[in-house]
C-alpha cells in the first residue's frame, strides 16, 4: 500500500539521521529502576552509534496521567545526565495530527466504524473477527470506535538485543493452526474518543524520523504488530531491541501498579551503575568514576547489544517496590 500520510516533520527530512532513538515514558507514575534501565540503554544505544536521542510524553491516555509527574520524569532524567536532544513531544498536543490520518484511512476505505462492545468479542473468543468491516457504520449509529483494517500477517523479526523472534500464539477459537498469525482489525480510536496507543506510537515514531527503539521485553510480543501497523500505513518498520525487564517477582516486573519505588536523584551515580550491572556490564565500578558524566561518557564507549543480557526478566531486591512495605 503506497504511504498517503505526510507524518515526517520537516526538520527531520532535512537531518535523514541514520539511527534516531528515544523514551517514551507515560508520566502517569513517577520513574522507577526499571524504567531506568531502559532510559539508560536506549540512551546508550543511541549515543553508542553517534545518533540522536529523543524524549516523548506518552499522555495519550490523558485520565490516566497525574499532573506535575512530567516534570518529575524530566528531572530525573536530567540528574542522572541523560539529557535528550530537542524538545519533549507530548503526545496530548498532537491530537489533531492523529485525527488527520484517522480521517484520511476513513476516506481511503483502510478504516471502518465499529460497534462491538467488549462483551461481544468475548463472544468470538477473545479476538476480534471482523463483524463490522463491511457493515458502512457511520457515526450516525451512535457511539463507535474506529478500526484499521489489517490484511497483513503477523510476521517473525530480528531483534537487535534478542535475536530471532517469532510470533506470539493467539487463541483463535475455531480456527484453523494455518490462521494463528492472522492479525484482528486494531481499534485506531476508542468509544471514548481517544487515540488508541497502537496508532500514535507508530505515527509519532515516523513523524519524529526514529530509527530504533530500544525498549524492555514487556513489549516484544507486541512488536510484531507495531511492524504490521506501520507497513499497513506505508512505512518502514523500525529496528527493535529489547531488554531484560526488572521484576520483583516471577511475571511482576517493575510497575507504577506495584507500586515500584520512584527513583533517588541524591544517588543518580550509583542508580546507574545499578543499571550497567543489571544489563550485563558488571565491569563497571563506582569507585572508579567520580561523576554522572564521565560514568556516561565511559559507558557510551562500552555499550555492546552482544553483552546485554538475554532473558525476558530479571528478579530484583523488594525494596524496589513499596508494595511490600505497605500493611
Known amino acids: 500500500m503506497p504511504n498517503i500520510f505526510n507524518q515526517h516533520s520537516e526538520s527531520d527530512l532535512d537531518s535523514n539521521p541514520k539511527y534516531t532513538g528515544r523514551f517514551a515514558p507515560s508520566p502517569s507514575g513517577q520513574l522507577h529502576f526499571g ?24 499522555d495519550i491516555d490523558e485520565p490516566r496521567c497525574i499532573s506535575g509527574t512530567d516534570t518529575a520524569i524530566l ?9 535528550w536532544d530537542g524538545e519533549v513531544m507530548y503526545q496530548s498536543k498532537q491530537h489533531s495530527r492523529y485525527q488527520e490520518v484517522v480521517n484520511a484511512l476513513l476516506h481511503h476505505q483502510q478504516a471502518y466504524y465499529c460497534s462491538c462492545t467488549r462483551r461481544m468479542i468475548k ?15 457511520t457515526p450516525s449509529n451512535g457511539q463507535l470506535a474506529i478500526r484499521l483494517k489489517l490484511d497483513t500477517p503477523l510476521a517473525p523479526f530480528t531483534d537487535l538485543i534478542m535475536g530471532e523472534v517469532g510470533v506470539p500464539h493467539q487463541k483463535l477459537a475455531g480456527h484453523r493452526v494455518e490462521e494463528a498469525h492472522r492479525i484482528e482489525d486494531i481499534t485506531i480510536k476508542r468509544r471514548d474518543q481517544l487515540f488508541s496507543y497502537n496508532l500514535v506510537v507508530v505515527l509519532d515514531d515516523v513523524f519524529q524520523g526514529v530509527t530504533h527503539v530500544i525498549r524492555g521485553c514487556d513489549l516484544i510480543d507486541v512488536t510484531p504488530l507495531h511492524r504490521c501497523v506501520h507497513q499497513s500505513l506505508g512505512y518502514q518498520p523500525l529496528e527493535y531491541g529489547h531488554i ?17 519505588t520512584p527513583i533517588e536523584c541524591t544517588t543518580a ?26 560514568l556516561l561518557s565511559f559507558a557510551v564507549s562500552l555499550w555492546n547489544r552482544k553483552k546485554v543480557v538475554k532473558t525476558p526478566e530479571i528478579i530484583v531486591p523488594r525494596h524496589e517496590s513499596t508494595y511490600y512495605s505497605v500493611p
Not at 553517534?50 to 506518552?58: A, D, I, T
Not at 477473545?126 to 458502512?136: I, Q, V
Open 35 to 58: 524504567s531506568l534501565v531502559t532510559a539508560l540503554a536506549s540512551y546508550l544505544d543511541a549515543k553508542h552509534h553517534n545518533g540522536k536521542w529523543l524524549v516523548r510524553m506518552e
Open 123 to 137: 463472544a468470538m473468543g477473545g479476538t476480534y473477527n471482523g463483524h463490522c468491516r463491511d457493515k458502512g457504520l
Open 75 to 83: 528531572h530525573t532524567l536530567e540528574a542522572h545526565g541523560l539529557q
Open 269 to 294: 551515580l550509583k542508580n546507574l551503575v545499578n543499571a550497567l550491572h543489571f544489563l550485563g556490564f558488571t565491569e563497571v565500578k563506582q569507585q572508579d568514576f567520580n561523576s554522572v558524566d564521565s
Open 244 to 260: 531484560p525487564v526488572a521484576a520483583i517477582a516471577p511475571g511482576r516486573k517493575l510497575s507504577k501498579q506495584n507500586h515500584a
